[in-house]
């Protein structure tokens, strides 16, 4: 069978290709990038495309020949710089149904979300839920899945989060603590997804839940655990105000390209718990979805894992800090132009040195502002290392004395060029 997976290189969309490929389906993957679904998994034929720009049927066609079945595993938790959660995850995906009706595909696999339903109030919730109302109407065979929190062997939102949460040292911070969720593992909803296109689901819709729900404060507790970091020696319970202040500042990163898991939508998913009923999947299905005990045994827990998730929450900090270095340095260079220019006056004519100190603080001032940006960051590490290097020759040149001045100012500037470094080597977005 040809099956089509939208998101297919994405947390869930990658294991329910593979798992498709194993099974012996001709898998095609769509993401928006091509190049990097061909590294990630080369068995399988990719296409190229940003879903939020299918909005009508006719986008979809050329992607429809020959395709026999969909399986939908695109989403977006929160609209930011170049994501639409509304276009991403209701119109292109009632423009899609529309197309499979049209003479595409007869089988449809959609990954919904428990709760997710059009009167929900965030967008994540509603978007969805609409795309479910369309294809629930729709003459399409169509099978609807949703998993509980899905945990994975790799890490990309949540799950992200919960690593990161699990690596602060000594105290464990918290909110909504006692909000309960069902987790799943991603290989069960591989497997699900395998049996919904192989075997007679159409027309259902089921929960993706183990049987158990567990506390946030619990799950983060046995992730700890699992990633081989020593118990919190206390729980920090921060009020309801404060996750908020940290998910606002996450959704205006969210604006600058980045995309954060703790965002507002985050923890109003999460004050509405995320639950399911597992019996209808288990009755139609045959098959028991494991415990969270069970899916942490069966992951990998290396020094891997504590590696990426100290880094993760080292991350931000690290870019904070070099953006606030750069933009500093340009704004005292700006603010004491005068001294700046009198510093190259004895090696350049006047007006030439007051230009350069000019737009040297500018320079310094656009380094800072680009490396909050998530599509310059790394263009902006680059730069800020050559321009380090430049600074370095041409002090070298202009102003020797430096290199045994007592504070070190020119011997400070490796720092930053490490610093640099770290960041853009730490700027992996999947």
């Known amino acids: 069978m040809r099956v089509l997976v939208l998101g297919a290189y994405g947390l869930i969309g990658l294991e329910v290709a593979k798992a498709l490929h194993r099974a012996g389906h001709a898998v095609t993957g769509l993401g928006r990038s091509e190049r990097r679904g061909r ?6 034929d990719w296409v190229s495309a940003d879903i939020s720009t299918l909005t009508t049927p006719a986008d979809w066609g050329p992607m429809l020949a020959d395709v026999d079945a969909v399986v939908n595993s695109a989403g977006i938790l929160q609209s930011g710089f170049g994501d639409s959660v509304s276009a991403t995850q209701r119109d292109a995906i009632v423009a899609l149904i529309g197309a499979c009706e049209a003479g595409g595909a007869r089988k449809f696999v959609q990954i919904s979300a428990p709760g997710a339903v059009p009167e929900a109030n965030t967008a994540f919730y509603s978007t969805k839920g609409e795309a479910d109302a369309a294809l629930t109407a729709s003459a399409l065979d169509w099978t609807i899945l949703r998993p509980g929190l899905v945990i994975a062997p790799s890490a990309y939102g949540g799950t992200s989060l919960l690593r ?7 105290v464990q911070p918290i909110v909504l603590g006692e909000a309960r969720m069902q987790t799943v ?20 819709d089921f929960d993706l839940v183990e049987d158990e729900a567990h506390t946030l404060k619990e799950i983060v507790r046995r992730i700890r655990a699992w990633q081989g970091f020593a118990d919190a020696r206390a729980v920090l319970a921060l009020p309801r105000w404060a996750g908020y202040g940290v ?10 390209g980045w995309r954060p898991a703790l965002r507002t ?6 004050e509405k718990d995320v639950m399911g009923d597992p019996r209808p999947w288990a009755a139609a299905s045959g098959m028991r979805l494991g415990a969270l005990s069970e899916t942490l045994r069966a992951l990998p827990s290396t020094a891997q894992e504590r590696i990426y998730a100290r880094a993760l929450l080292a991350f931000p900090v690290l870019v904070l800090t070099l953006s606030i270095f750069w933009i500093v340095s340009g704004a005292i260079g700006l603010w004491r132009l005068e001294a700046a220019a009198a510093v190259l006056a004895d090696h350049l004519p006047e007006t030439v040195s007051w230009i350069a100190a000019t737009a040297a603080g500018l320079l310094d001032i656009a380094i800072g502002l680009g490396l909050l940006v998530r599509r310059f960051v790394r263009p902006a590490c680059c730069v800020s290392i050559l321009v380090c290097v430049v600074y370095l020759a041409g002090a070298t040149l202009m102003t020797p004395e430096l290199w ?5 100012p020119l011997v400070k500037v490796f720092p930053a060029m490490a610093l640099a470094a770290a960041v853009w080597a730490l700027a992996e977005e999947r």
């Open 404 to 408: 045994a001045d007592l504070f070190g």
């Open 39 to 44: 590294a990630l998994l080369p068995e399988i």
């Open 164 to 170: 990161m949460l699990g690596a602060v040292p000594l």
């Open 185 to 204: 593992a991603v290989g069960d909803v591989a497997e699900a997804v395998r049996m919904a296109i192989e075997g007679d689901l159409a027309k259902r």
């Open 247 to 256: 998910a606002k500042a996450a959704d205006l990163a969210g604006w600058l």
């Open 265 to 270: 939508t985050a923890l109003k998913v999460l």
